[in-house]
């Protein structure tokens, strides 16, 4: 690819004690592709969503957003610097309501004051385009089912128009209908510019949108593959690190 | 406006299901079993006593309750952002004895040391503030020390008496204790209330109908501006009957407007309801959230500071007892018992009206009816247990109805 990336992580390594979640991690994100991340339990991808989101200031390494180095202190500059973040847990507040969360952190406002009109609209607009149905914009979170709460952490990246979406197993509490709806999120976001990383433990999700392919095995890289010629076998083989591989995809 | 078929990047926008118009009527649902209480409390005690809902024994009720509420809504504060503050009785009481030696042994003007006191209890909240978010101490530890230490700066400040009066002659004594707005006045205000809600309400219908969202129909604006005027109105005109709406009294509800606007319509109550509900959350939403920790610990000491100021003017004096433990856990028993949850993120500033108004409702109805002084205690303490257990019951069934 002849752009430069729109973010890099660059040795980024990491410990949480003894447990060296990171290790010595790099990885490039450009417009136009979704990279996916993989890897078994405990590989370290929610470690380096944590990093690329700005909930999560590694030990070492950098973190490189259109050229610049940038120290991602907090979530709330990353997302000023365009990386939106849906995390494995969702980081929803279940006593506030749909609209209350889809813009947690980035309240619309008139003067002083809130937008709540603004907001809703915008909300559902968002749950509309990722066809998800809620009893009501304004029901606590707290009533929602696991596939709605995931549309809600989802519509809540989009908002502001991301340059970079981050999700971190997105689809792992959805039925069939709703992760197609998601995978298709996925490129429409790719098609409109946007760089994603998709972080997943399932292979057919991976298979159906992934442009690149990296395998994190131990909080180290354990291979880089093209999304449209690797075969199965071979990311498996990287996951569980039984053929050590290092076949260097397309890049 | 026209509906956009695409949005801006193109894609197509969705038919919209049919969302239904939830208006704030049902949030405000969680309030009825408070009013009936009070209506039950108000039928018991009045055929008990004649006298309890005469407007003389309300307008005392209402001067009472004020002190309280203002602390009570220094409560509510930092219980929504999930923690508590022990001490708020005790920094009432130092501020007030800041006020009493300010005044009476300092010379001080009265502005002078009505903003010292206010500035000292902002600045012991600040300091909770500081060692909660950077040394990571539980809240009830930091303002037990603060109760502590709070009760032994009022002595020093007091000594070497143990009470300080203010003369009659005081400003700040004259406002708390004479103080009362004209009828027309007030009832001047209530109208400028169902006039701004109305107009407000009509503003966002526009503004929800022009944006293709459900909206109240004209129908439910016109009954909240009637259930609006005849609530407000009637216990005002009632209460005007008697000496009318102290200017304690007005302060206190102006300050739970001030607050209940902050926390419903700015970014900064918005954040405050978030860490309350999910401070992880909150935090990866972008919140400063040692700030806005911060914040509420300040708030909250900077209002018991006002109560104690106020409270002081109604006394007339400044007390070493004044501001003991139990007027602490009165407040925090009426911001639960009006609907603010202990566990954080749920709550309104209107919880410190009306459970102050359940507090003291028990209060003075025990005194009409000349029962034992302990007996308040026991009541106010079972109706807590109660109030507490809703809570919990709620919070329980939010997290396992998933
Ligand atoms: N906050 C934390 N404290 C301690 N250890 C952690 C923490 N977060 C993650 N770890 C550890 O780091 C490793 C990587 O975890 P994680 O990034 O969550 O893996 P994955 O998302 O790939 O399953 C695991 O061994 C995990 O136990
Ligand atoms: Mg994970």
Redesign the pocket.
Known sequence: MTHPPVMSLRGITHS??A?R?LVDVDLDVHAHEVVAVV?D????????VAVLAGALVPDAGEVVVDGQEVLLRSPGLARQLGVATVF?DLALCEDLDVVENVFLGQELRRGPLLDEVAMEREAQRLLAQLAARVPSVRAPVSELSGGQRQAVAVARALVGEPRVLVLDEPTASLGVTQTAEVLNLVERVRDRGYGVVLVSQNMADVQAVADRVVV?RR?RVNGVFDGETASYEEIIAAITGVVPNRAGGAR | MTVPVVDRAGLPVAARPDWRWRSGGERDLRSVPVLVSLVVLALVFQALNGAYLSADNLVNMTLQASTTGILTLGVVLVLMVGQIDLSVGAVSGLSAAIVAVGVVRAGWPLAVALVAAVLAGAALGAGYGWMFTRLGVPSFVITLVGLMVGVGLQMQVLAPTASLNLPYESALVRFSQESFLHPVASLAVVGAVVVGVTVAGLRDRRRRRAAELPAPSLAEIAARAGVLAVGLGLPVWYLNTSRGIGGMVAVFLGLVWVADVALRRTRWGRSVRAIGSNVESARRAGFAVRRVYLSAFTACAALAAVAGVLSAGRLAAANQGAGGADLTLTAIAAAVIGGTSLFGGRGSAWSAVLGVAVVHAIGSGLTLVNADGSLRYIVTGLVLALAVTVDALSRRSRLVGR
Not at chain 1, 41 to 48: D, I, Q, V
């Open positions: 949480f004690g447990v979640a890897g339990n405990g590989a370290g991808k929610s470690t380096l494995q994190l909080g």
